[in-house]
């Protein structure tokens, strides 16, 4: 079955940098696009970023410059790089996995960034 595993939260200040990962398995890696969404408390979950099978990438206008998707397909990661956190940074950070769609999750992982 498909397993997304995502790593590497915390809790950081605001201003630290922290690295995001997710390892999937069960799929064919390198054809699905790949996100990153994000859910705090009492919000819905918002998308991130997403990198396309190419290597394309997209961001929620908020997160552009300071968040960087990337991929590896010989690992079957992705991972983002979060910059400059701030506070309201704070959420459950998911990566999610799809062809058509956001068809696989992983059970997130906490970021926390104090003030």
């Known amino acids: 079955q498909v397993q997304l595993v995502e790593s590497g939260g915390g809790l950081v200040q605001a201003g630290d940098s922290l690295t995001l990962s997710c390892v999937a398995s069960?799929?064919?890696?390198?054809?699905?696009?790949m996100a990153w969404f994000r859910q705090a408390p009492g919000k819905q979950r918002d998308l991130v970023a997403r990198?396309?099978?190419?290597?394309?990438?997209q961001y929620a206008d908020s997160m552009e410059g300071r968040f960087t998707i990337s991929r590896d397909n010989s690992k079957n990661m992705a991972y983002l790089r979060m910059n400059n956190l701030k506070p309201e940074d704070t959420a459950v950070y998911y990566c999610?996995?799809?062809?058509?769609?956001?068809?696989?999750w992983g059970q997130g992982t906490q970021v926390s960034v104090s003030s």
């Open positions: 990198i396309t099978s190419g290597g394309t990438a």
């Open positions: 069960g799929l064919t890696f390198r054809t699905h696009a």
């Open positions: 999610a996995a799809g062809l058509w769609g956001w068809s696989y």
